[in-house]
């Protein structure tokens, strides 16, 4: 990646836009949707961002850009057309620390706003770095079908809920359990369900319970494509992920980010067992066939499941 994927509060951004037309606009509209402070530079402005103006939704300065107007911000758009004004932001920018996006000139760019698939709180965002942005839509287009419409408000329940669970259930894995169980259940998806079901999983937690370990051995192809939905399932699920040195790093990328990760160690079975113990969900990628009957070595209580794709 050239470009670092972060999320900024928007509480804590003061941004300045540099122009007054429709590209302009499309860059205040997007920032608006944040909590940010915005300020507009331009001798005038599209109708939208007059409406904005008068809203007072955005603060505006009738006039010409003047490096002075970076003091005290941290983002810039340059929409103009003038490319030594551009140039010239560009530079200025850089001596004020403050990151500068000049529309359609990568080369002036210190970052680049991706494509934004919205269901707030939960937000979606990719980018092409600017090698193809006809690919990007078709991508952020096949998304938006694909997310439902209701998925932010999903979420802001789960969000309210979370310490009555925390207080319900005394450990991390215990928790995921729960939730795991609440968002694959196919109710979770209508809004008018969603305190029925937790009513019912919640008085049906149980803290007592020992959850039982998994051991999920995959035998790893070449190329990640080859994974079936199964196993990405049950490796994004996965606690711990060992692995043995011959795997493919793309296919390593695809475990779940918070999970630890370790390179096979000469014994193996001791090594899985010693996680297994502590009740973890363990995955095993590995392409060496006679590791694939591994689990007739594994003595704790433990429900193994094995994906072969090779």
Known sequence: MQYFPI??????LKVLVVGGGEVATRKVELMLKTPASVTVVSPNLSPSLTKLKQSNKITYIEGFYDKSLLNDK?????ATENNKLNQQINKDAIAAKVLANVVDSPALCHFITPSIVDRTPMTFAMSSEGQSP???????????????QNLGKIALFAGKKRQQV??????VAKRRSFWESFFSSSRSENTQQLDNLFEELISNADNQKEI???????????????????TLR???????????????ADILELIRRDAEREITSKNI????????????????LTQKNENLNLKNNITS????????HL
């Open 301 to 308: 209580k433990t429900h193994i499941i094995k994906f072969a």
């Open 7 to 12: 999320f900024v509060d928007g509480e804590q």
């Open 212 to 230: 039982q370990p998994e051991l999920y051995i995959i035998q790893a192809p070449n190329h990640p494509d080859d994974l079936t939905l199964g």
């Open 234 to 248: 049950h490796m994004q699920k996965s606690d711990i992920a060992i692995y043995d040195e011959n795997i493919n």
């Open 269 to 284: 079975t001791l090594q899985i067992e010693s996680y297994l113990n502590q009740g973890l969900k363990v995955c095993y």
């Open 134 to 148: 006809v690919l990007l839509r078709y991508w952020r287009a096949k998304l938006e079908t694909l997310v439902p």
């Open 74 to 78: 941290q983002l810039v758009f340059v």
């Open 166 to 171: 925390k207080d319900k259930l005394d450990n």
